[in-house]
């Protein structure tokens, strides 16, 4: 059963750091790219980043880049969110979901995690 | 970057009425597209793939169809169990990926 765990999520002031973690199991978890996705409170759903089966390629939504690094270890099947400079619009819940394959190509998202919450206030 | 718009943003609905949700995209997008059902305090689950292919586990009550910019998520027959939150997914423009706004589907 393919399950995916997230963690680390928590209270911080704005302008700290908080990583995010996402511990993956019932898949072979370095087959598979990885997404970050996120909710602010009462909003909809944000793409935030991706990363590649093997780590080498990683992409960011505007709203978070330079300040957010996602990164993997495929040794502990598990998934990172590195986010810095946090801001107020950084408060949301954090899910980790795993990016489909359809014959080959990119394909949405066919699992994701619980979510955790990151609170940005001081 | 690919724009989708959602409509409605929300609508209420009695069990037993055929709902139906629609997704805009604002370029072509050819099939790829999913929908994803979020329940309160939960994560989404996804629906639909490449437009119209049923995921499994998913009742048959769930379809979905179209193709380029215009797509549409039906519930046949809606059941209490369906009141939640719907959305739309691009991943055309792989890895710059869109959700739709949102549909909000309320009991009448």
């Known amino acids: 059963e393919v399950q995916l765990v997230e963690s680390g999520g928590g209270l911080v002031q704005p302008g700290g750091s908080l990583r995010l973690s996402c511990a993956a199991s019932g898949f072979t978890f370095s087959s598979y790219a990885m997404h970050w996705v996120r909710q602010a409170p009462g909003k909809g759903l944000e793409y935030v980043s991706a990363i590649s089966s093997n780590g080498g390629s990683t992409y960011y939504a505007n709203s978070v880049k330079g300040r957010f690094t996602i990164s993997r270890d495929n040794s502990k099947n598990t998934l990172y969110l590195q986010m810095g400079s946090l801001r107020a619009e950084d408060m949301a819940v954090y899910y980790c979901?795993?990016?489909?394959?359809?014959?080959?190509?990119?394909?949405?998202?066919?699992?994701w995690g619980q979510g955790t919450l990151v609170t940005v206030s001081s | 970057d690919i724009q989708m718009t959602q409509s409605p943003s929300s609508l209420s609905a009695s069990v037993g009425d055929r709902v139906t949700i629609t997704c805009r995209a604002s370029?072509?997008?050819?099939?790829?597209l999913g929908w994803y059902q979020q329940k309160p305090g939960k994560a989404p689950k996804r629906l639909i793939y490449a437009a119209s292919s049923l995921q499994s586990g998913v009742p048959s009550r769930f379809s979905g169809s179209g193709s380029g910019t215009e797509f549409t998520l039906t519930i046949s027959s809606l059941q209490p169990e369906d009141f939640a939150t719907y959305y739309c997914l691009q991943h055309n423009s792989y890895p710059l990926l869109t959700f739709g706004g949102g549909t909000k589907v309320e009991i009448k």
């Open positions: 370029q072509g997008i050819r099939n790829d």
């Open positions: 979901a795993r990016g489909d394959i359809l014959t080959g190509y990119p394909n949405g998202f066919d699992y």
